[in-house]
């Protein structure tokens, strides 16, 4: 309960302080923030799938080259 006593404390300052159209673009910019937080969390895991993806084909991959510059010389 007094979590939620300081938090609405903390907005009247800043009503006060600011005044309500500074308060908004504050609380605009930390929503942008989170969001910008989250995106590049997902762009980390999508990173470390195609890390781990591209590393389980390799050997794969590298056979496929042999066989292309075997063929190529013959």
């Known amino acids: 309960m007094l979590g939620l006593y300081v938090v609405i404390a903390v907005i009247i300052l800043c009503v006060a302080y600011a005044g309500v159209e500074e308060t908004m673009r504050l609380f605009a910019y930390l929503d942008l923030q989170l969001r910008y937080t ?8 999508m990173s470390r799938k195609l890390e781990q993806q591209l590393l ?9 080259i042999k066989e292309l510059r075997k063929n190529d010389r013959s």
Do not use: I
């Not at 989250?38 to 895991?45: C, Q, T």
């Not at 389980?56 to 496929?64: G, I």
């Open 56 to 64: 389980k084909d390799l050997p794969d991959y590298n056979k496929t």
């Open 38 to 45: 989250w995106v590049r969390f997902k762009m980390y895991l």
